[in-house]
């Protein structure tokens, strides 16, 4: 038996969580004093709201060696080999609460570092789902997840520089600047690390920036690839992606997801992104 542990940097769509028994080790988010365990005591609908609600900044923290080592000890008796799909190592420290908690005494853990986050660390926890499910051993996922990656493209934006600002990721002229001219970032998922890539006016131009970035890096014939499309607390992204993305072309797996507390925390709500591989 091969059992499937991530993190919460990676946001899973809900038909994959309700289709796969997948184990999420929770980030922590400090916010307003509080602190809370990402999709544990803090939904994701409930932080868009507070994180609307107030000029506060939330902070994150990694998941913790006693986390992981208690996940860990669920499966120690059994015939079970346990892969964790790690969030970016680049972009936390929970990649390595796992690896002192691996070599604490479980020896049946193995630990794959995707170096990406969000809907782009989620594309590797669903094909690695799919092939436990086709009978597929734990040697032949690592070695197909290794060949996979770097292959994946992962760009998004934000409909406010603030965020950004707060986080330390731009200036505070540059933030200024950017919301009074209605200037938005693309930024990718490079190396495991958030870097910006271009930059458009106003956002309608996000989302035909974002799809076309696809189509160039993959070409139209989509049916075999999966993609995620992501949004923060603004439904609408969604729609306006999956429309862009299917008069172009069709998609066999196409999945939407709401992006994490982990990641609106350095976003804010008004992300949206897409992520294929």
Known sequence: MIKIICDSISDLPINILNKYDIDIVPLTVLFNGTEYLDGENLTNDSFYKMLRETNSMPKTSQATYAQFKSVFEKYSNEDTEVLYIAGSSSASGTY??????????????????????????????????????????????????????????????????????MGGRISSTKATLGNLLSIKPILEVKNGLVSQKSQVRGKKQIYSTLVNLIFSKYGKDLKDKTIIIGCGDNKIDLDIMKDLLLKETSVNNLYFVNIG?????????????ISCL
């Open 96 to 165: 390595q609460s796992a690896v002192l908690a691996k070599n604490d005494g479980h020896d049946n853990v193995t630990i794959f570092d995707t170096q990406n986050v969000s809907i782009g660390s989620a594309l590797f926890v669903i094909k690695a789902c799919e092939m436990v499910a086709n009978g597929k051993s734990l040697k032949e996922i690592l070695n197909y997840l290794e060949d996979i990656k770097g292959t994946e493209e992962v760009v998004f934006s934000v409909d406010n520089l603030e965020y950004l600002k």
């Open 261 to 273: 507390c982990v990641v609106c925390s350095h976003s804010g709500p008004g992300i949206v992104g």
